[in-house]
T-cell receptor, first 117, second 112 residues
Framework: EAQVTQNPRYLITVTGKKLTVTCSQN?????MSWYRQDPGLGLRQIYY???????DKGDVPEGYKVSRKEKRNFPLILESPSPNQTSLYFC????????????????FGPGTRLTVL | QQPVQSPQAVILREGEDAVINCSSS?????VHWYRQKHGEAPVFLMI?????EQKGHDKISASFNEKKQQSSLYLTASQLSYSGTYFC?????????????FGTGTKLQVIP
């Protein structure tokens, strides 16, 4: 089954304790992205990657890191989480097929609900 | 800067129509529409490109006014399954620009 998976689905942690949220897709997509969703603010893009070793900042990258060493994986790293990073996080992927993300839909993972105390 | 969606919320009775609008202050290359049901991930509905090209579900219609940087999603003869939050995502008119900026969403509730 074609899908985007995220782990963990739920996480409660404390301020300053480094954590990684994994994202994996089995559709051979070039484009992958991370979003956070907060009430009243919609979906905001954190980072995106157009291919292996190619990443770029979205609208809210502060406090996050990403890496794209393999095409299928795009982990989100919070090196020193703070309470304002409490949010619902979505990973998404898309096939760019030579036409870029302009023309291609994103497939979203199920989400990771993160609470930072 | 996030695009502005209107209305923020709307309640419809089954069979009624609705229009959801998305407006940007910047020149757009494409607009994407997604629907998110409560507790689920967003799901793709439509893509509209500068120049008139469209891609999406047959039962959903939308428009893109390039001059005004506005897009509208038309939901006709609404069904209970249409309930959810609708997001527009905008992509700027810049070569190689791959960043997607979503609006804050329009919550649609369809009641019997």
């Amino acid at each position: 089954e074609a899908q985007v998976t995220q782990n963990p689905r739920y996480l409660i942690t404390v301020t300053g304790k480094k954590l990684t949220v994994t994202c994996s897709q089995n559709m051979n997509h070039e484009y992958m992205s991370w979003y956070r969703q907060d009430p009243g603010l919609g979906l905001r893009q954190i980072y995106y990657s157009m291919n292996v070793e190619v990443t770029d900042k979205g609208d809210v990258p502060e406090g996050y890191k990403v890496s794209r060493k393999e095409k299928r994986n795009f982990p989100l790293i919070l090196e020193s989480p703070s309470p304002n990073q409490t949010s619902l996080y979505f990973c998404a992927s898309s096939s760019t097929s030579g036409r870029a993300i302009y023309y291609n839909e994103q497939f979203f993972g199920p989400g990771t609900r993160l609470t930072v105390l | 800067q996030q695009p502005v969606q209107s209305p923020q919320a709307v309640i419809l009775r089954e069979g009624e129509d609705a229009v959801i609008n998305c407006s940007s202050s910047k020149a757009l290359y494409s607009v994407h529409w997604y629907r998110q049901k409560h507790g689920e991930a967003p799901v793709f509905l439509m893509i509209l490109l500068k120049g008139g090209e469209q891609k999406g579900h047959d039962k959903i219609s939308a428009s893109f006014n390039e001059k005004k940087q506005q897009s509208s999603l038309y939901l006709t003869a609404s069904q209970l399954s249409y309930s959810g939050t609708y997001f527009c995502g905008t992509l700027m008119n810049s070569g190689g620009y791959q960043k997607v900026t979503f609006g804050t969403g329009t919550k649609l509730q369809v009641i019997p």
